[in-house]
T-cell receptor, first 116, second 113 residues
Framework: KAGVTQTPRYLIKTRGQQVTLSCSPI?????VSWYQQTPGQGLQFLFE???????NKGNFPGRFSGRQFSNSRSEMNVSTLELGDSALYLC???????????????FGPGTRLTVL | DQQVKQNSPSLSVQEGRISILNCDYT??????FLWYKKYPAEGPTFLISISSIKDKNEDGRFTVFLNKSAKHLSLHIVPSQPGDSAVYFC????????????FGKGTLLTVNP
């Protein structure tokens, strides 16, 4: 079974631009979560989608948004990029929505975003 | 304020010996704890988890211990193998194992042959 895939793997943007990252979950998984990893803050939860609906959101500004499609694929968008947005963006998928006690999140390899 | 802390940025052990990775948390609402392993250029890989109603969970060479009164958990790897060398993240959740995980900053484990 194929794992979580993320595209692109690497991205370079300049301040003020916007960016869209894509995540394809494991086949059959309907929940997708996004995380940001930086050296200073570690891994931080961004948001979670299930059945095309955002279920949970972390403490990030409104410049960070996402969506999920009917095939469970998800995209994350960051507008008006800042230098501090440089990070590894990780996507994770699971079978069921958050709140189930035994399901597990499986992570993709991440997209490395560099903002110049 | 960091709710999940891994105070040791790195740990080095000899092959065959025990590796003990520690994690402390401050949020008493956390009810599920997980350990993930991460190799460079890959996403975190789920290793083992424990519900707050238990104090120990074992899976092969990996055992996680939870001390709720001390708000402390640890991961034991016995025996350690060179392939275990990776960054280990402790994570916690307030609503089950797949609910917006809060991660520690990780501990780099190096197992020397």
């Amino acid at each position: 079974k194929a794992g979580v895939t993320q595209t692109p793997r690497y991205l370079i943007k300049t301040r003020g631009q916007q960016v869209t990252l894509s995540c394809s979950p494991i086949s059959g998984h309907r929940s997708v979560s996004w995380y940001q990893q930086t050296p200073g803050q570690g891994l931080q939860f961004l948001f979670e989608y299930f059945s095309e609906t955002q279920r949970n959101k972390g403490n990030f500004p409104g410049r960070f948004s996402g969506r999920q499609f009917s095939n469970s694929r998800s995209e994350m968008n960051v507008s008006t990029l800042e230098l501090g947005d440089s990070a590894l963006y990780l996507c994770a998928s699971s079978l069921s929505p958050s709140g189930t006690s035994t399901d597990t999140q499986y992570f993709g390899p991440g997209t490395r975003l560099t903002v110049l | 304020d960091q709710q999940v802390k891994q105070n040791s940025p790195s740990l080095s052990v000899q092959e065959g010996r025990i590796s003990i990775l520690n994690c402390d948390y401050t949020n008493s609402m956390f009810d599920y704890f997980l350990w993930y392993k991460k190799y460079p250029a890959e996403g975190p890989t789920f290793l083992i988890s424990i519900s707050s109603i238990k104090d120990k969970n074992e899976d092969g060479r990996f055992t996680v211990f939870l001390n709720k009164s001390a708000k402390h958990l640890s991961l034991h790897i016995v025996p350690s193998q060179p392939g275990d060398s990776a960054v280990y993240f402790c994570a916690a959740s307030e609503g089950g194992s797949n609910y917006k995980l809060t991660f520690g900053k990780g501990t780099l484990l190096t197992v020397n042959p």
